[in-house]
């Protein structure tokens, strides 16, 4: 996989995981400490976040970071 289609699919899941605990872009940029709109981009495929951002994601939404990586291949 190349590193944009990394990010388009760890930006899916964040997406996913964000939308089944019903909340929004700017509460999750806001309880971590970011910028709303690194949110979207993220979501979009646009930002390959650090795994110290994915981490907080993944506290804030209560799920394992590994969640974020379900899809993404090297092959």
């Known amino acids: 996989m190349t590193n944009e289609e990394v990010a388009k699919k760890?930006?899916?899941?964040?997406?996913?995981?964000r939308k089944l605990r019903k909340y929004t872009q700017a509460r999750v940029a806001e309880e971590i400490g970011i910028n709303r709109s690194l949110i979207s981009k993220m979501?979009?495929?646009?930002?390959?976040?650090t795994v110290?951002?994915?981490?907080?994601?993944?506290?804030?939404?209560d799920i394992e970071l590994?969640?974020?990586?379900?899809g993404v291949s090297s092959l």
Do not use: A, D, H, Q
């Open 43 to 49: 979501e979009t495929g646009k930002y390959l976040p």
């Open 52 to 61: 110290t951002v994915l981490l907080e994601i993944s506290r804030m939404l």
């Open 10 to 17: 760890i930006g899916e899941n964040v997406k996913k995981y």
């Open 66 to 70: 590994i969640c974020f990586f379900i």
